[in-house]
């Protein structure tokens, strides 16, 4: 009987042992997994998503386009172009171009239709521009004139879109 009682007792002892480990295992999984989700949401963070913001003026033309975005303001800027598409990309955006707003950028763009999207860097994330302002002024061989700002009415980098043969010479994409 004593036998029999210590054989138990042994046997308590290492079952709550296996749980304890099992515990601690589990525990180790788990924040893990939590610094995993963590660093992946940072990393995201860090590119810019412009799918996501309200503001997507559009534009269209049937033949090709060029475009020239200049810096008036101050900041780290990115001008993006994308496409609807409802079966892929963003919620149906896929992005075909983006481009760093440094001094002045030129780029073309095939006929069709565009969207093009402005986002500045604030505290090391990326942030929509506000609403972009247009100017309505009908000038011929000129598709879009928009202003981009970091608040309503700012005009930190301008954007104006040209009929083919219209604009500057392209400068490389920046990815």
Not at 17 to 30: C, G, K, V
Not at 61 to 83: E, I, L
Not at 108 to 131: D, I, K, N
Request: proline letters at 4%; glycine letters at 12%; a neutral charge.
């Amino acid at each position: 009987m004593h036998n029999m009682l210590r054989l138990a007792e042994e046997g308590g002892s290492k079952l709550q042992a296996s749980r304890s480990a099992i515990t601690r295992l589990i525990s180790t999984a788990i924040l893990a997994a939590g610094m995993l989700a963590t660093a992946a949401a940072v990393a995201f963070a860090a590119e810019p998503r412009p799918w996501l913001c309200r503001d997507k003026p559009v534009f269209s033309s049937s033949g090709p386009m060029t475009y020239d975005a200049s810096m008036r303001g101050g900041g780290h800027w990115v001008m993006t172009f994308m496409r609807f598409d409802p079966s892929g990309g963003h919620d149906g955006f896929t992005v075909f171009d983006s481009r760093e707003v440094s001094g002045q950028v030129t780029g073309t763009l095939e006929r069709g239709q565009w969207y093009a999207v402005g986002m500045y860097r604030e505290e090391g994330r990326w942030v929509c521009a506000g609403p972009a302002q247009e100017n309505h002024q009908f000038v011929a061989g000129i598709v879009r004139d928009l202003c981009y700002g970091t608040a309503d009415g700012g005009c930190d980098v301008k954007m104006i879109v040209r009929e083919s043969g219209q604009g500057a010479a392209q400068n490389p994409a920046v990815n």
